[in-house]
């Protein structure tokens, strides 16, 4: 594959005045739309449209394909802003600035850009074989870059054959091999392969290799597929164990939650209300730059129907559970007086939304807000903030100083709540036992004890050395 003569941008514009969408599905961009009349009638001088000609073995299409990627504004743009946005967000920053200023400053077309976006149109069109053939004929061009790699790798593990999982697992050794970690959405679009053949011991061996190689998973990743294969439990639970084999718990949440949302989303049913409908009150966000960039956003996401309620229940159903009943009914209380929303519960729910992301300095920034507004958390609000806390070793001070806090208040946290303080001590490099049996005897002074049963509940189906060392700090061995 090779195009007829070198090639330049042009700088004639069209006099006709039209908004074009581009479509490009990248991690931080959706579509874009642009005034055609401020680019180039063609990406090439004189008209000039630069071709080529199938070879022997070549796909009968790979002409008309290339010259979609290559001669048109939207398949140019699209596939050069996928590569561009995906090679940033992966943390491949100098390489995705190289491409950027290679096109926009020099004018150069980068051929990576070209034959990936190539192998993209054909795993889009669901072309696997073709996809592989022109992903095969790179080392005659240029080399694959991390992007390039997980088109390929995606487009096989997507297709039904399962002859395919043999190129895939090449595919991922040989980018690893060059020192590229695969992203989350690569290595779950191939476990998700192995489970769908129900390949899952192939699937927990190649992992193996995969982690020999420096692999390691990346927990905030699985909560976002779990919630985007909602409708495919099962698949997800395989996924799951195959990544890490019941080893650790990989968000910090279980899904014992499950039960309160079904019940809100009866009730919002019965009241017939939109999960989308703006019920609560307009937050002005003050100008301090210690928070967050999109704090006004997502408070603004806890004033609808869905997320209110959602936090509401799971809030009220976990006091009453513990006991805290005057808590509880505090909050239906302030409900039932013309509505009102309580701030705890906003607040709380907004912690809540960053803890869910691994955001544990976002959720300790709200948190903070909330106290020098004058609200007192509830025992629900201590949880949601010292289990996102517990989960960044950064913050496991201040994890430790909330959960003795809650303590001097007449709050006993339970299983859930303490379960992730002592799982952050376990994960210290340096005498994790001891700095945990110290902490546990500064709780055990206040009246704290450690109920096996819960904790084990909060554990159960889990192994490895931070199971262990748990265990080990609140039981003895």
Known sequence: MASSRSRSRSKTKTKTKTQTTIKVNSPHIGNIVFDSSSLPSSLWEDGYRPGIVAGPGDPEDLPEVFAKVMNSHEGFI???MKMFDNLLTDGYEDLAMEIGNNFTEEGVIPQIVILTGIIDEYAEAGKTMEALYVYRTFWEHCAPNAYTYSVIIKALAADPEPNFLGVVKECVMEMMGKGMQPNAKTYTAVLEAYAGHEKMEEGKMFLQEMKDNGFVADRKAMRAMRNALKSKRPLVKTIIEILFDNSEDYSGDSEDDDDAIKKS????????????????????IEDDPENPKDLEQVFDIMCRTEPLIHTVTRMVNMLKKD??????????GEFDLGGHIPEVVTHTGVIEIYAKS?????????FLRMLSLGLAPNAYTYSVIIKALAKDSNF???AKKYLLEMMDKGMQPNARTYTPVFKAF?????DNVKKGKEFLMEMKAKGFRAKKKAVME???????PVVETVISILFGK
């Not at 006991?323 to 239906?332: D, K, M, P, V, Y």
């Not at 909060?458 to 490895?464: A, H, M, S, T």
């Open 265 to 284: 989303n009866k009730m919002m049913e019965y009241f017939n209300c939109p999960p989308d409908r703006y019920v609560g009150n307009k937050h002005v």
């Open 426 to 430: 376990a994960r210290l490099e340096e």
């Open 396 to 398: 496991l001070e201040d």
């Open 458 to 464: 909060v554990l159960k189906g889990r192994k490895g």
């Open 358 to 366: 691994d955001l544990a300095k976002e959720a300790h920034t709200v």
């Open 78 to 80: 699209k596939h050069f």
């Open 323 to 332: 006991g805290f009943l005057s808590q509880a009914q505090e909050i239906r």
